[in-house]
């Protein structure tokens, strides 16, 4: 039970006391409502639900409430899908359980002019704004529109701003990729066709989705085909507000995962192909077999140094031609004794002289070891002493030297209290 003074109870003492002078308005209980969101009262005083139950302080217009008495509104959750509105002004419908009383309220859906399901919005024809979208080579490159309300979705694109998101993607670099950046998933979509004779051609919406209040968005588009031929691939998106994305795409049959700033990605192609691109280091470990096999050719390019190390034997077998070349001297070093056995013939050519006993031959270059942190099969940490990897891969949890600030999205900075910054260290 809440304690009398605690924010919980305020909130259905406000209930309590207007159900008390409410009655005019029982007789007309039993509809549904427009009701209009109110986030703190006139004092100040915050009127979200302290518990996190997505309780909402609304008022209804045509029922005569007003913005300074609101009324609090339980969730009405469909299963286990959770979206509360966060903006005083937003519009949601609401009804009365019981036509007999006022005292079970609840809200379930919210009003809105417009619907994106996609972070930053859908893409439209550019609007040249002096940040280079629209013009040069990118003239003809559709964009990401941020469209806020019903009349700017009847506009043409270049009438409407475009999104921030646009930035995002450039420095992903995905954003003239119709299939990974940008992307056509809208509830309008299929309402906006046109036929060969200009009539509004409207086909059912094949688009469902959500996206938060911060701009994160999850997207299931089954696709469609355009009158005009156009063709909108089938995909579910999963974005996050600062960029980060899984698309799978079921019509082009690929799975693309990429971060924000597009300096790491993988992709799974139609064809089986698994291409993985790493700014940083690409690491990988086995504690057991490390198996690679490919039936044609393995080829191994490094910009700089190939350094191999084993701890114990290390083989090198083909069934025809060895050959070994470089450009610059070659190092050939045993610690014990070298064994050298030729089947047929062994010929050694030299462009000066053959030394073979004297002076001391150059010895080889040996490969830096260093240690590493690990964790053993009983899950307990231990050092690795001697490795030659830079970056090795554990059980978790694994010490990574990378990402280790925790931090979070502008949206929830922008939201959060002075207090709270102040607390976390943030800006």
Known sequence: MARSGHPSTLLQ???????????PILARLGNIYKAVVVTETLAGESLID??????????????????????????????????????????????FANVSS???????????????????GVKGDPRVDGSGIGEGAFAETPVLKDIKDENEAELDGAEVKNSAFNRILGAQGTFSDDLRGPTTSSPRRDAGYRNS?????????????????????????????ADDGSIHPEQ??????????????????????IN??????????????????AKGSLN????????LRADKNINIEAGENINMRSVKTTKINTNEELHLRSKGNQFLQSESTMNINVGINCIVTTGMTLELNGPIAPTSELILLASKPDIDENLESIILKETIVSEMPSHEPFTRPHAKILTTSDFAVSQASEEGLKNSGLK
Do not use: C
């Open 50 to 95: 302290p518990t996190g139950q997505g309780r909402l302080a609304a008022y209804i217009p045509s029922l005569g409430m007003t913005p300074e008495e609101p009324r609090i509104f339980q969730h009405a959750k469909t299963g286990s899908m959770f979206h509360v509105p966060d903006k005083t002004g937003t519009e949601i419908l609401v009804f």
């Open 102 to 120: 006022m005292e079970d309220s609840f809200w379930f859906a919210t009003v809105s002019d417009t619907v994106d399901v996609v972070t930053g």
């Open 260 to 277: 924000s700033s597009g300096s790491g990605w993988i992709e799974i192609g139609a064809s089986g192909e698994v291409n993985v691109y």
């Open 197 to 225: 004779e200009g009539k509004q051609s409207t086909q059912h919406s094949k688009i469902y989705g959500m996206q938060t209040s911060g701009g994160s968005s999850i997207s299931i588009d089954d696709g469609s085909i």
């Open 236 to 257: 579910i998106k999963i974005t996050t507000s600062s960029g980060s994305a899984i698309t799978l795409d079921g019509g082009n049959d690929f799975i693309h995962i």
């Open 13 to 23: 003492n406000r209930n309590d006391k207007q159900a008390e002078i409410a009655s």
């Open 284 to 291: 990988m470990r086995s504690q057991k077999d490390f198996n």
